[in-house]
């Protein structure tokens, strides 16, 4: 099983960055995906930005242009750039990953999940 815990959340104005981290520890095989997926209060969750072993990245319309997914292998780290930050990007911010390529995008949810991180944006 694969252990994930995320962090680098907190608070900004509105137009503000944050990079959130993923550390993963356990075993991922040379097949996987890793993601980003957050949820608000009384909204149901939605994918953010997910990437596999072939470096192959998919962002949500939503965060095109002001996100920016990347990984060090090295390091197992996820990691979510987050720039020109909205209110509407508000909410509880989770890690996740399967051991297959494309466990990560739908229809399938993944295997594995983080804790969850806080971002707060403010007006």
């Known amino acids: 099983q694969v252990q994930l815990v995320e962090s680098g959340g907190g608070s900004v104005q509105a137009g503000g960055s944050l990079r959130l981290s993923c550390a993963a520890s356990?075993?991922?095989?040379?097949?996987?995906?890793m993601g980003w997926f957050r949820q608000a209060p009384g909204k149901e969750r939605e994918r953010v930005a997910t990437?596999?072993?072939?470096?192959?990245?998919v962002y949500a319309n939503f965060v095109k242009g002001r996100f920016t997914i990347s990984q060090d292998n090295a390091k197992n780290t996820l990691y979510l750039q987050m720039n020109s930050l909205k209110p509407e990007d508000n909410g509880m911010y989770y890690c996740?990953?399967?051991?297959?390529?494309?466990?990560?995008?739908?229809?399938?949810?993944?295997?594995?999940w983080g804790q969850g991180t806080q971002v707060t944006v403010s007006s």
């Open positions: 356990g075993y991922l095989r040379s097949s996987y995906c």
């Open positions: 996740a990953a399967d051991r297959w390529t494309y466990g990560c995008l739908p229809p399938r949810v993944p295997s594995d």
């Open positions: 990437i596999n072993n072939y470096g192959s990245i």
